[in-house]
């Protein structure tokens, strides 16, 4: 791969793993509230309206972050992935990271993705209760993805900066 399409790949993966980072902050810091001030009609409305666009933000930001990432994965080890372990703390940072990404962006796409379907996220004609029930899972599931997501950003600034030493 040349040094210009490196560089490329590198851009697209640090712009939509931060852009991804970000709007987890985001659903956590002010969709999630702003959600809980809402009642009845006015939640559901609001729930129907914001978040499958969030959704499907968050699924071309993951599989951008992923596939970039994979290509530059791929620059350094091929597929022997197992030559990171050899790369010290670089490539442990850059295994424990990338292990984690993946995770994250499977679970967005095969549980998230699944339970958002499965309660009627997007749904108009979902019931009020329904819609408590997935605003008390909002609660829980994005501050779990950004526990995730914040590792796996400090573990990316780590291999770029070496702060921890494994």
């Known amino acids: 791969m040349s040094s ?3 560089t490329f790949f590198r851009w697209i993966h640090l712009i ?3 852009a991804w980072f970000g709007e987890v902050v985001i659903i956590n810091f002010v969709l999630i509230p702003l ?12 729930l129907n309206t914001i978040f499958p666009r969030i959704f499907r933000l968050a699924s071309v930001l993951a599989l951008t972050t992923a596939i970039s990432g994979g ?4 620059r350094f080890v091929g597929f022997e ?6 790369r010290g703390t670089w490539g442990w940072s850059i295994l424990i990271a990338g292990t984690l990404g993946l995770i994250l ?4 796409f095969f549980i998230e993705n699944l339970l958002a379907r499965k309660v009627g996220v997007g749904n108009p ?9 997935i605003h008390l899972k909002l609660k829980l599931i ?13 573990l990316m600034m780590n291999a770029t900066h070496s702060i921890i030493v494994f």
């Open 105 to 108: 962006t499977l679970f967005h």
């Open 81 to 86: 992935i197992s030559l990171l372990t050899e």
């Open 71 to 74: 290509i530059l994965l791929y």
């Open 35 to 46: 959600l809980s001030k809402y009642q009845g009609t006015a939640r559901k409305e609001f």
């Open 4 to 6: 210009d399409l490196y």
């Open 125 to 133: 004609h979902i019931s009020e209760q329904t819609v408590e029930d």
């Open 142 to 154: 994005p501050r779990l993805g950004m526990v995730v997501i914040t590792i796996i950003f400090i």
């Open 16 to 18: 939509a793993g931060s």
